[in-house]
C-alpha cells in the first residue's frame, strides 16, 4: 500500500523564512515520512536534521498541514 500525503518543511535560508509543502509518496512498511522526505530529496542523509544541513536550512522542522490537527 502506498500512501500520498503532503507535509510542510519550514525554517531559514540566508535570514529568510521558508514554508514548503511536499507531497511525499510512500509504503509505510518500509518507510518513515521522515524516510521518505529525505529520499524525496535524493539524499542518503540519516535523519532530517542531517539533510536540513545539507540542504543548508537552519531552525528547519517538518510538520503536518494544519488541516491534519482538526481530523479527529
Do not use: C, H
Not at 12 to 30: I, T
Not at 40 to 66: C, H, K, M, V
Request: proline content about 6%.
Amino acid at each position: 500500500m502506498i500512501i500520498q500525503e503532503t507535509v510542510i518543511i519550514e525554517g531559514y535560508v540566508d535570514e529568510m523564512k521558508f514554508s514548503k509543502p511536499v507531497l511525499l509518496s510512500y509504503n509505510p512498511d518500509s518507510a518513515t515520512p521522515e524516510q521518505a522526505l529525505i529520499s524525496f530529496y535524493g539524499s542518503q542523509a540519516r535523519n532530517f536534521e542531517e539533510l536540513a544541513i545539507q540542504r543548508g536550512w537552519q531552525d528547519a522542522y517538518w510538520t503536518y498541514p494544519a488541516y491534519y490537527e482538526m481530523v479527529i
